[in-house]
């Protein structure tokens, strides 16, 4: 099972259950004890008695705890309009990416050529291990609006010079 998980076990054929693990051992008259959580992790036995008391029978099964992956994201959170965005994530074997304006993509380091204003909004990562245990993350990307204004100085006649001056802003 994965960290944070919850273990469930359940036997069934019997009158009286015995489980057994290595932190202690309980009586119950059910198949399905209360469900316990990760850190009983370890080699579970279970001892079935028929309901007259004279035939008992086990099994055994054991419990790995798997750890979670760990995302790492990386990438600047604000793009200036029209300018690619590029995405980053790391920690596990397995990527999907979700985000806004329909974004999906499930390699590790998905990209767009030229992004858009719908393309501002909580990007999401689900990473899987190598074990199968999944972590998500999100982070919030700014597409940055540019104003750009270009002007003269004055009026030119055919062969003159003219100044031009142009500035932008992102936002």
Do not use: H, M
């Amino acid at each position: 099972i994965c960290a944070g998980g919850t273990i469930n076990l359940t036997a069934s054929g019997g009158g009286s259950y015995i489980w057994s693990t290595s932190g202690g051992t309980f009586s119950s008259s059910t198949s399905s004890p209360t469900s316990w959580s990760t850190n009983n992790a370890g080699g579970y036995t279970i001892s079935v008695t028929a309901g007259s008391g004279t035939c008992t029978s086990t099994a055994s099964t054991s419990i790995t705890v798997n750890d979670n992956p760990s995302p790492l994201l990386s990438f600047a959170p604000i793009c200036a309009l029209g300018n690619p965005l590029n995405l980053s994530a790391s920690g596990g074997s397995s990527y999907s990416w979700r985000g806004p304006n329909g974004f999906k993509s499930n390699i590790a380091t998905p990209s767009k050529a030229k992004t858009v204003a719908k393309d501002e909004g909580i990007y999401s990562v689900t990473v899987t291990s190598p074990t199968g245990c999944t972590a998500t993350s999100t982070i919030q990307v700014y597409i940055g609006v540019g104003k750009i204004t270009a002007s003269s100085n004055s009026t030119v006649c055919k062969g003159g010079t003219i100044q031009l001056s142009a500035t932008a802003e992102f936002g």
